[in-house]
Nanobody, 124 residues
Framework: QVPLVESGGDSVQTGGSLTLSCTPSRWTWSNYCQAWFHQAPGKERQGVANICSGGTKNYADSVKGRFTISRDNVKNILFLQMNSLNSDDTGVYYC??????????????????WGQGTQVTVSS
């Protein structure tokens, strides 16, 4: 059973918007930190945003003001609202969850379980 399942990836034009979702099979979101990571073609996976207990959020500089991470603790769904998309946002987006707290939010090693990813393609 896949621990996390992402959805919402699609092909959009520059300036468009998408909302990604992630649901867990065995985690209760509110007890842990979750994050979204992005892997552009030919590049390493990098942190986009994370959210922890109490609602603390962190964002990569490249997405501040454009992306919003949120979660529904009742329905146990993690979201990533992405606005003003550009070609640099193209790639596979992964959600991850881990310990109750993380020291370096954008360090992949902080997270225990991962989804299989959802593809986002931004074209002009």
């Amino acid at each position: 059973q896949v621990p996390l399942v992402e959805s919402g990836g699609d092909s959009v034009q520059t300036g468009g918007s998408l909302t990604l979702s992630c649901t867990p099979s065995r985690w209760t979101w509110s007890n842990y930190c979750q994050a979204w990571f992005h892997q552009a073609p030919g590049k390493e996976r990098q942190g986009v945003a994370n959210i922890c207990s109490g609602g603390t959020k962190n964002y990569a500089d490249s997405v501040k003001g454009r992306f919003t991470i949120s979660r529904d603790n009742v329905k146990n769904i993690l979201f990533l609202q992405m606005n003003s998309l550009n070609s640099d946002d193209t790639g596979v987006y992964y959600c991850a969850t881990g310990a109750s707290g993380v020291e370096f939010w954008d360090d992949m090693g902080e997270y225990v379980d991962w989804g299989q990813g959802t593809q986002v393609t931004v074209s002009s």
